[in-house]
């Protein structure tokens, strides 16, 4: 059954902790996405790796960091740096081919909220 | 210049009725537009896509129509239903060359379809 996880599905972090988010695809695909969901909100990029031991800051990276050792995984560890972190986190994946375009296929998501 | 702008913020519509969303864009260079649907809680699925070449598309009850002089382009819903009720997004990218191919989201589209 082929698909985009994301675990766990809800998590809660005290002030000043690091927690990281996993993003796992077994779609063969090229590129990784996270994105961050507020509520009434676009999604916006926080960071995306288009190969292995590859990745770049997307327009929110601060108080995040991300690694991309493996193409099915691409975790997302969420800082003390990062001073609003309570927000909908969100997956997804895509496979480059050889257009120009890409379709980005979304994970479930995870919800973080700070205690 | 990045910035797509969604509307309405919300919407209700009796079934069987035809929803209309809208996006409006400045950037002339973005060249692949999907629109996402979301349920609460889950990750956005992907819906319809168009590429500006074309003026319109159509899956099943979902168009897509695209104004490139305007640089809009809008969702319509044909005989919706109840389970239709979800928040529509629309995107638009500037092609993977660019960051990777991210996505630039719309503020989102709360639709309830009343039975």
């Known amino acids: 059954d082929g698909g985009i996880t994301q675990s766990p599905k809800y998590l809660f972090r005290k002030e000043g902790q690091n927690v990281t988010l996993s993003c796992e695809q077994n779609l063969n695909h090229d590129a990784m996405y996270w994105y961050r969901q507020d509520p009434g909100q676009g999604l916006r990029l926080i960071y995306y790796s288009q190969i292995v031991n590859d990745f770049q800051k997307g327009d929110i990276a601060e108080g995040y960091s991300v690694s991309r050792e493996k193409k099915e995984s691409f975790p997302l560890t969420v800082t003390s740096a990062q001073k609003n972190p309570t927000a909908f986190y969100l997956c997804?994946?895509?496979?480059?081919?050889?257009?120009?375009?890409?379709?980005?296929?979304f994970g479930p998501g995870t919800r973080l909220t700070v205690l | 210049q990045q910035q797509v702008k969604q509307s309405p913020q919300s919407l209700i519509v009796q079934k069987g009725g035809i929803p209309i969303i809208n996006c409006a864009y400045e950037n002339t260079a973005f060249d692949y537009f999907p629109w996402y649907q979301q349920f609460p809680g889950k990750g956005p699925a992907l819906l319809i896509a168009i590429r500006p070449d074309v003026s319109e598309k159509k899956e099943g009850r979902f168009t897509i129509s695209f104004n490139k002089s305007a640089k809009q382009f809008s969702l319509h819903i044909m005989d919706s239903q109840p389970g239709d009720s979800a928040t529509y997004f629309c995107a638009a990218s500037l092609g993977i060359y660019n960051q990777g191919g991210k996505l630039i989201f719309g503020q989102g589209t709360e639709l309830s379809v009343k039975p």
């Open positions: 997804a994946s895509s496979y480059r081919g050889t257009v120009s375009y890409n379709e980005q296929f």
